[in-house]
Nanobody
Framework: QVQLVESGGGLVQPGGSLRLSCAAS????????MSWYRQAPGKERELVAG???????NYADSVKGRFTISRDNALNTVYLQMNSLKPEDTAVYYC?????????WGQGTQVTVSS
């Protein structure tokens, strides 16, 4: 079955960096659009960044210039490099894979930005 396994979350001070990884299995990874979403306590889940199968990227306005999404089709992995982190970036970050009607989620990884 399809599995998306996130890693790389943790506690970081404001201004710091983290790199999240999402390892995918059970799907034709290179054909899927991949995205990172996040959900903060009491808030709705929101799109952070996405990358198409062709490599085009898009970002939420709140993270433009600070976050970078990338993918390695040889490793079936998508990354989210997060720099200049702010307390408002604190959330559970989820990996998503989508193609046509197929839509899969990972279990999430916690990112906490605090001094």
């Amino acid at each position: 079955q399809v599995q998306l396994v996130e890693s790389g979350g943790g506690l970081v001070q404001p201004g710091g960096s983290l790199r999240l990884s999402c390892a995918a299995s059970g799907l034709a990874f290179s054909l899927y659009g991949m995205s990172w979403y996040r959900q903060a306590p009491g808030k709705e889940r929101e799109l952070v960044a996405g990358i198409t199968s062709g490599g085009s990227t898009n970002y939420a306005d709140s993270v433009k210039g600070r976050f970078t999404i990338s993918r390695d089709n040889a490793l079936n992995t998508v990354y989210l490099q997060m720099n200049s982190l702010k307390p408002e970036d604190t959330a559970v970050y989820y990996c998503n894979a989508k193609k046509d009607w197929r839509n899969y989620w990972g279990q999430g990884t916690q990112v906490t930005v605090s001094s």
